[in-house]
């Protein structure tokens, strides 16, 4: 690539990069409404500075152009070594290999963190990485337009990917005014470059006043720039607006799907549907193995279900707070300090379950050990990680054994309105008639919410209800929603989804907050041991789900009104009040070798097949993204070929063919990094031209012209009769013959292929690549021009 024609001035080109800088800074605010805070934007911040910052200095330098950017690159990598190196770099801005290793860490946190989080996302280390890395990339290809290239209008090709991102992922894409500030810096820049091309172009032509230059008006009346300028404006603007509420978000568009392979369930699918595939896999696999020295076994909450909604019932869709880290873990809701509450220290070893939900029993007040971001959810407890999974975690934790017992239950108050959320409460208002129904007969003589608990909880668990995985399938039902339970009480068989969501469903019925929890139950002895205390092995066999309901003064306490599974709390069992010997088990967690996963599927999220329909999705997203970069890398080569096709089509047409043709063949010229100085004339530039090596005569054959230099003096001769034949004296028929019939225009075709070749056979692979990638003659400051009248006797 040529030097641009005009150089500029340090000032001038220190006016570029401010410009540029203040329209990076602003268009990275469009990423707001997918990331909480401001920390995230000021890494970019100082990255961005690094590298626009870093190629002025190198400009001021007189560093060559072509190594600008590669300097850039270094420049971005030395600041984000100052940001996440730490101790690994050499003071501070040195990476060494292990800064390389954390890069690697916390890229592939980035990924995690972008399928899990939803928006607005925690600005954790790895988030906060990606996008200084990608403020990074698109601040080194914005100065590479501006400055070397000097195509400062193709600087909108990267300022859209922050205002278009924001619109995969949210439904009314980046906010109003971000947009507008971006048009506004935009146009900014846009501005500046005038001013700093005029100006060069006026002292270039200070050092040539032998140079005979007929010039435009430099300045156009003030109405009519200022016209032009809001036209631009407001194209711009509506355009933008358009394009960013257009853009589907990501949990719409078919092309991603609907979640990444770390997430257990996907946003908006039901998770009870995903469980009973994985409950009827033939193979169970390992989920994870823990020792309670204690000896308490409890069950391991994943997740935890408050809106029953519709046909999908799904987790809650709270954004992660970034203030909730594991080292402020509290309480539980709505415990008294008369309830007893024994803390259990348990050590857990996760094998091959991968999701973003820590399994961690209900409630516990401390876990530590665990890599990565976790996070715990108001109200329901459960512990979330938004740039990590639970694959070969190791961490210890204290489970907060609470045990009420039947008469602290049984006295529990009325639940105030505040105490628990409102989702947990709520139920629609079209019921199927069979629910209400079913409520009433079972809690007919319930003096207490209690015990109509107790009451819903032995309905399900009698004889006339049977464990079955296989029928909700047969019948239609399987999964969650309203008409599912409906049709559960009706055929009474169903696994343990069906079971938990109609009691919590059956419970608010009669005004109990409910809501349901999906986990592990509490697993099996292995053969291990640690410290001399039991390892217990638990595996997608011990899958399950089960209501958790609310007593004012107790909190939130598990039923299991699943036959055949898991155990039944002293607590919940008929007559528990004279009676209270201790958790009893009431039959295995399930009918051997009918759940799990298959051994060769040992990666996949616990939602059944989402795997592949995620491996399917993530496919065509790299596509998408792809196709997306592609067609940004090639849009230069893509309006190169249409001011081509154009020249041509005013060949054929008889437009000014001579003419057209000219113009082309210099662009091509000036592709090809040639200096065509459109000052020289049309006989002086084609002299220029004649000269390169590939037009000379052949060594063998001297004083004979070659077939691309007689090309080309056929295209100087036309171009010169059609433009100045009146100034050369040459009459209107000579003008005239300039080139308007058929086969002259199939001639000067011909002829501007011969010489195009030849210019392009002179040139080196890399020039020739570069002027089809990034064709130089679409810059604003290489103008291909005709070139002047020949004086006599040039």
Known sequence: M????????????????????????????????????????????????????????????????????????????????????????????????????????????ARRTIEQQSVPAVPVPALVFAIAVGVGLIAVLLDLLVQTVRVPALAAIPML???????????????????????????????????????????????????????????????????????????????????????????????????????????????????????????????????????????????????????????????????????????????????????????????????????????????????????????TLNVRSVDSTT??????????????????????????????AEATRRLPDDLPPVIAETAATI??????????????????????????????????????????????????????????????VLA???????????????????????????????????????PELYFEGVGWVPFEPTPGRGSVPDYSRPNAGQDTPGVVPTGPAATPGASGRPEGDPDRALGGGAGVQTAGAQAAQLAVIGLAVAIVLLLPAMFRAGARTVRRGRVRSGDRPADAAWRELLATAVDLGLAVDPRRTVRGIAAELAARPAFAADPERPGERTAPLAALERLRDAVERERYGRVRGAGPADAHAAGVGPDRRDALLADLATVSETLRADATSARRVGAVLLPASLRPSARVALGRPAPPGE
């Open 2 to 109: 040529g030097p641009d024609r005009y150089p500029l001035t340090r000032a001038q080109s220190l006016a570029l990069s401010g410009a540029s800088l203040l329209l990076l800074l602003v268009a990275t605010t469009a990423l707001g409404p997918l990331i909480a805070g401001s920390g995230w934007w000021w890494a970019g911040a100082v990255v961005g500075l690094a590298v626009i910052g870093g190629g002025a200095a190198m400009r001021a330098l007189r560093t060559p152009p072509s190594l600008v950017p590669p300097l850039q690159l270094v420049a971005m990598l030395v600041a984000l070594t100052l940001l996440f190196g730490g101790a690994t770099s050499i003071a501070l801005v040195i990476p060494t290999p292990d800064t390389f290793a954390v890069f690697g860490e916390l890229a592939e946190g």
């Open 161 to 379: 990917v922050p205002v278009l991102v924001p619109g995969l992922f949210v439904a009314d894409g980046a906010e109003a005014p971000a947009i507008v500030l971006t048009a506004a810096a935009y146009l900014l820049l846009l501005r500046v470059d005038v001013r700093v091309r005029r100006a060069a172009e006026l002292l270039q032509e200070d050092d040539r006043d032998d140079a005979p230059v007929v010039s435009a008006p430099r300045r156009a009346p003030i109405v009519s720039t200022m016209g032009a300028s809001l036209g631009l404006a407001a194209i711009g603007l509506v355009a933008a607006s358009v394009i960013a509420a257009a853009t589907p978000s990501v949990s719409t568009s078919f092309l991603v799907g609907t979640g990444g392979p770390a997430t257990l369930f996907a946003r908006g699918v039901s998770p009870y549907v995903d469980l009973g595939r994985d409950l009827r896999r033939p193979d169970p696999v390992p989920a994870f193995s823990y020792v309670s020295p204690e000896g308490v076994r409890p069950y391991f909450t994943l997740l935890t279900v408050e809106r029953l909604e519709g046909r999908v019932w799904s987790a809650t869709d709270r954004a992660v707070d970034g203030d909730n880290t594991l080292g402020t873990l509290p309480g539980p809701d709505g415990l008294a300090a008369d309830v007893l509450v024994e803390p259990k220290p348990i050590a857990v070893q996760v094998d091959q379950v991968r999701t973003a939900w820590l399994p961690v029993p209900y409630p516990s007040n401390e876990v530590s050990g665990v890599s990565g971001s976790w996070f715990w959810d108001e109200g």
């Open 391 to 420: 694959v070969g975690q190791q961490y210890r934790l204290t489970h907060l054994d609470v045990q009420p017992d039947a008469a602290q239950l049984r006295s529990a108050p009325s639940v105030p309105d505040r105490a628990v």
């Open 443 to 504: 809690t007919a003589s319930s003096a207490t919410p209690y015990d109509a608990a107790v009451a819903i909880q032995a309905y399900l668990r009698g004889s006339d209800f049977e464990y079955s995985e296989s029928a909700p399938v047969a019948e239609g039902y399987d999964g969650a929603g309203f008409d599912a339970i409906a049709a559960f009480l009706e055929q009474r068989a169903g696994y343990c989804v069906h079971f938990a969501s109609t009691m919590a």
């Open 508 to 546: 608010r019925e009669v005004g109990i907050p409910s809501r349901i929890s999906i986990g592990y139950t509490a697993g099996t002895p292995g053969d291990g041991r640690v410290d001399g205390d039991v390892v217990i092995e638990v595996d997608s066999h011990d899958l399950h789900a089960w």
